[in-house]
């Protein structure tokens, strides 16, 4: 471990540690390293499993590092390790750096919609991040499950948002019937036009319908 923490001091910079103590401002600024997150894929190579283990971590790079390793496993040792790290997860950049490969060779929905459901709301987020990863396996049913989920706080609305934005690519007519039926909360709903609209990958003539709706 005292390796480790050499190789991610010797990894900062201070310019880093200032634009990621910017971007994650739920994360005490003194667990800050400031490691660019080529360096951390790269030294996550290099990181026994072992470490999974050890929590809580010290840093918010070795939080990092922690979803990097558990994107590597198999699918059902990913849905473990996930779950054993929930308690642990404080800010958007290491949720959504959760992204097992695995979870690309079968049907992990339901496993989704559990996450949805957690009291924590970066657990709720993390359920949110991995159905947009995964929306074209089964887009009405994650629309529905999103939608169902508890939205109110800020990383959990954006998520939402980003996820139906998404959704758009595949389902357009499902996701404007709920911006025009005003299904999604008032905060949901304010935040998917916006994405939607900066989207480079959402159509025109859809763009156009939800600009209509502001």
Same mark, same amino acid.
């Given at each position: 471990m005292k390796d480790l923490n050499a190789a991610l001091k010797a990894s900062a910079t201070a310019k880093h540690k200032a634009f990621s103590e910017k971007l994650i401002p739920t994360v005490a600024p003194e667990t800050i390293l400031g490691v660019p997150m080529p360096a951390l894929r790269k030294l996550a190579k290099g990181v026994d499993r072992s470490f999974l283990a050890d929590l809580p971590h010290a840093t918010y790079e070795e939080n990092i590092l922690h979803s990097l390793l558990i994107n590597g496993l198999? #699918? &059902? &040792? #990913?849905?473990? #390790?996930i779950h054993t790290f929930l308690p642990y997860l404080d800010n958007w950049a290491v949720v959504d750096a959760l992204d097992p490969r695995a979870f690309y060779k079968g049907d992990y929905i339901e496993d989704y919609i559990r996450l949805m459901k957690s009291p924590a709301p970066y657990g709720r987020r993390l359920g949110i991040v991995l159905a947009l990863r995964h929306v074209k396996e089964d887009p009405e049913r994650l629309m529905n499950a999103v939608e169902? #989920? &508890?939205s109110g706080h800020y990383y959990v609305d954006m998520a939402m948002a980003w996820f139906f934005a998404e959704a758009a690519l595949y389902e357009p007519e499902a996701v404007l019937r709920r911006l025009e039926e005003g299904t999604l909360s008032p905060s949901v709903h304010k935040k998917t036009i916006r994405k939607i609209k900066e989207s480079r990958r959402v159509p025109p003539a859809v763009k156009a319908r939800v600009r209509a709706l502001q």
């Open positions: 198999p #699918a &059902e &040792e #990913a849905l473990d #390790a169902a #989920a &508890e």
